[in-house]
């Protein structure tokens, strides 16, 4: 499996710029995709998926933009998603839009909650940063 990772990695490099300090990320997410394509469950690596829905009005947007700022907060990285599809939203029953969606849980519909609402549902979910922010004052 590791050759079909570096060969993958090696095309990918070919044709895009990889930092040097970021291989090692890029091996392990093109593992995790390998893997899954494969059919073979990786339970330790649980990601955080987050789904928007909406039609791409200004709400939806925002609300998008204050995801990132969130994750940023919270120092995870996810997989962000919009779904601007009324029948794809209707299937994942989001009735009222913006809707925001996180690991399968709909946490808000019809409203665009606060930023400090949306990094606590991202904290609820996500693994816990190795390191403390940087703001942290410790006595």
């Known amino acids: 499996m590791d050759q079909a990772i570096d060969f993958i990695l090696q095309a990918v ?5 990889i930092p040097p300090a970021m291989v090692e990320k890029y091996q392990e997410a093109i593992g995790r995709e390998y893997r899954k394509l494969l ?3 990786d ?5 955080l998926t ?9 709400s ?3 609300l998008q933009t204050m995801v990132i700022d969130a994750m940023g907060r919270a120092g995870v990285a996810a997989d962000i998603e919009q779904i601007h599809d009324p029948d794809e939203i209707g299937r994942q029953g989001v009735t009222l839009t913006p809707a925001l969606m996180i690991n399968g849980q709909i946490k808000s519909a019809g409203i665009k909650p606060t930023l400090a609402q ?11 940063p190795s390191l403390a922010p940087a703001t942290l ?3």
């Open 39 to 41: 059919g073979i469950d």
């Open 137 to 139: 004052d410790l006595p």
């Open 13 to 17: 490099t070919e044709h895009n710029y």
């Open 50 to 58: 987050i789904r928007i829905f909406g039609s791409g009005c200004i």
């Open 118 to 128: 949306v990094e606590g549902w991202i904290r609820e979910v996500a693994p816990a």
């Open 60 to 62: 939806c947007n925002s």
């Open 43 to 47: 339970e330790k690596e649980q990601g």
